[in-house]
DNA sequence: GAAAAAATTTGACATATATCAAATAATTAT
DNA sequence: ATAATTATTTGATATATGTCAAATTTTTTC
């Protein structure tokens, strides 16, 4: 299995926002690794610096931070999403998040140096990125309004939806955080019906 | 005042982001225009497409939706902040989202056909969208976790933090709506201390 | 496959915030 | 200025969710 073959997933992804040139495919191809984390395995430590971005080909990946000794999830990334700590990652400065593999995970990943050489050479990758982040904007505004204004069952309804490929493979504790419920809340409500 | 002149604060901002060439300067101020909205005004009816982001030089405008017949209230923009309905802007189609002012604005706007005529000829102006939106990530974290991990009197608080410059001419009830909880509750929450 | 560890469920009780109703206070319009 | 409207405060009570403790179930390790 030669270079391009194994990038061939995160190639197509990059085409749904931009037509990708022969160059910019080989640039990708080039930068763009493979590697593997085992079931709860850390992958990032926050007293690091988050130097890479991950993309997940299977597997989960979670992102979470420390809260009075607890581990509050901040969300879940799958198949197809990009997972790094963003304020780390983009202004080269530690931040409070963690990140670890839920499950065995697949994924690639590009070094923030790779990325910018990329942002400086290509501009539809600067294209790619905006286009891509604002996908994720109205996830965080609607997920906003899901916390604000819905009980704690509606809450877990609406991530049962958000997650719908993954959420039964993410362990009650960690949906609890992710929530902003007690775990025993969330059994209760799990318990209903 | 020359056309110049009236967007000399705009481009100072987008000069904190990327270098702007002479012949971007002048695009900038061909398609960028001033606007004003009286206290209380409809920026933008959630029946229309939002077809204009404005950038704010004076004044506050609040971003809100309606729930059961009541206006939820999603953020508030001060100075030197762009405004728009994320979604209706960016994918051209409706959303929820109503624009109002909550007292007398100045502001500049650029229509969406105009910023994707930048997008398309100037590649730095994807790098200034990429990188101002990376800023505004940070925020929505930081209000996620706000919002699950603490009490309304601390959600008060913070709200004071990040508007610290506008949150005192902001009505109650439009902040109770923000921050999740009911005017009655922040009532009592300003009245202990 | 038994023992240990970790995750989930269940129970009793406490508390922050919501709800509903009414009283003031502050703005806006005449 | 006065009236009318709107915004804010205060009070009494209800309820969802939290807290603490223990029991059970599931997963991991040897």
């Given at each position: 299995m030669n270079i391009i073959n194994t990038t061939e997933n995160i190639l197509a992804h990059f085409e749904k926002f931009i037509e990708l040139s022969e160059k910019l495919k080989s640039e990708l191809s080039q930068r763009i690794k493979p590697i593997q984390f085992k079931k709860g395995e850390l992958v990032l430590d926050a007293k690091h610096i988050c130097t890479k971005s991950y993309f997940i080909n299977k597997g989960i990946l979670r992102t979470y931070?420390?809260?009075?000794?607890?581990?509050?999830?901040?969300?879940?990334?799958?198949?197809?999403?990009?997972?790094?700590?963003?304020?780390?990652?983009?202004?080269?400065?530690?931040?409070?998040?963690?990140?670890?593999?839920?499950?065995?995970?697949?994924?690639?990943?590009?070094?923030?140096?790779?990325?910018?050489?990329?942002?400086?050479?290509?501009?539809?990758?600067?294209?790619?990125?905006?286009?891509?982040?604002?996908?994720?904007?109205?996830?965080?505004?609607?997920?906003?309004?899901?916390?604000?204004?819905?009980?704690?069952?509606?809450?877990?309804?609406?991530?049962?939806?958000?997650?719908?490929?993954i959420y039964h493979r993410i362990p009650l504790g960690m949906v609890a955080s992710y929530l902003g419920i007690t775990q025993e809340t969330l059994s209760r409500i799990r318990a209903e019906k």
């Open positions: 931070f420390i809260k009075n000794g607890k581990e509050i999830s901040e969300y879940f990334s799958g198949t197809d999403e990009w997972v790094n700590s963003p304020k780390s990652f983009m202004q080269r400065e530690k931040d409070i998040y963690y990140i670890d593999a839920i499950e065995t995970t697949e994924a690639y990943f590009i070094n923030v140096n790779d990325l910018v050489y990329l942002f400086d050479n290509f501009p539809e990758m600067e294209r790619y990125a905006r286009l891509s982040m604002g996908t994720v904007f109205g996830h965080f505004m609607e997920r906003i309004t899901s916390i604000r204004f819905t009980s704690a069952k509606e809450r877990y309804i609406h991530f049962q939806k958000t997650y719908s490929n």
